[in-house]
Nanobody, 121 residues
Framework: QVQFVESGGGLVQPGASLRLSCAPAGSIFKVYRMAWYRQAPGKERDLVAEISTFGVPKYQDSVKDRFTISRDNAKNTVYLQMNSLKVEDTAVYFC???????????????WGQGTQVTVSS
């Protein structure tokens, strides 16, 4: 079973920056769409940003101009650069990927375990 592992979360002050990373723990045949979701306490999990196989990004309105999603296809890794962080960005951030684990297997959806981002003064 392929696992995607996030890193880069932490506690920062408002206005600071963080960079999240997510990569598969082992080998994987092909990764397609990759995305970041977040879930604040008591709220549903929401899409923050996504990026297509060809690198086309889309963002939730609340993070446009502050967050940048990117990917390294050679490493099957997705990044989320978060600038000008706000208290309301506090949440657990989850990596999501659509991928084919092995040649000949079908397309599956994978989730990371989540990484906590806390923005507080």
């Amino acid at each position: 079973q392929v696992q995607f592992v996030e890193s880069g979360g932490g506690l920062v002050q408002p206005g600071a920056s963080l960079r999240l990373s997510c990569a598969p723990a082992g080998s994987i045949f092909k990764v397609y769409r990759m995305a970041w979701y977040r879930q604040a306490p008591g709220k549903e999990r929401d899409l923050v940003a996504e990026i297509s196989t060809f690198g086309v990004p889309k963002y939730q309105d609340s993070v446009k101009d502050r967050f940048t999603i990117s990917r390294d296809n050679a490493k099957n890794t997705v990044y989320l650069q978060m600038n000008s962080l706000k208290v309301e960005d506090t949440a657990v951030y989850f990596c999501n990927a659509e991928a084919v684990a092995q040649y000949g297997s079908g397309l599956s959806e994978y989730w990371g375990q989540g990484t906590q981002v806390t923005v507080s003064s």
